[in-house]
């Protein structure tokens, strides 16, 4: 079956860090990837995706690229801001499939 | 740009009681979806449904849970006889299709909580 695994949070971040969330994943065939952000009291916003290997997704000074041979879709962003305080959840959905399937999530602080 | 919202935000519920939540998909989409997060664990999928059938179902989907778009606009998740172990927080979701490029859409969720 699909599953998949984040680092383990919390972690905490001074504002211009650099921030990387690592994520691996098992799936049977090609799956797409997605991370997903949840910001304090609201719901999962999907922040970027990659369908195919080497893909690199990019948004709002994020990034991830698709890497088929390690399984894996780490997420980076190069200078953080208070702003970016959320949990970021990694997700895969096969192409055969209808769901989602989530990582556990990973709470991120960033201090002024 | 469009959103998905739920109603309520909060939900309590006496354990044994029926509870329904309410979701709105994005008005070009055509298929919805509820997960849920129990408090500390991962978000889990719960059902999919397009052209008024389960497309597909997670074994947490039991006898207890049903789900219907009884207009137009509204996707509804009842759960029959709540039990303490179903408060969570309840998200649904919409999409225009299941490609790769079309992704899920969430709601704000709605927190379930059985007293």
Redesign the interface.
Known sequence: GNSVTQMEGPVTLSEEAFLTINCTYTATGYPSLFWYVQYPGEGLQLLLKATKADDKGSNKGFEATYRKETTSFHLEKGSVQVSDSAVYFCALKNSNDYKLSFGAGTTVTVRA | EPE?T?TPSHQVTQMGQEVILRCVPISNHL?F?W?RQILG?????LV?F?NNEI??K?EIFDDQFSVERPDGSNFTLKIRSTKLEDSAMY?C?SSEG????Q???????TRLSIL
């Open positions: 998905v739920q298929y979806y997960y664990q991962k978000v889990e999928f999919s397009y497309s597909e997670s998200f979701a299941t490609g790769s490029n992704p899920q859409h969430f709601g704000d969720g």
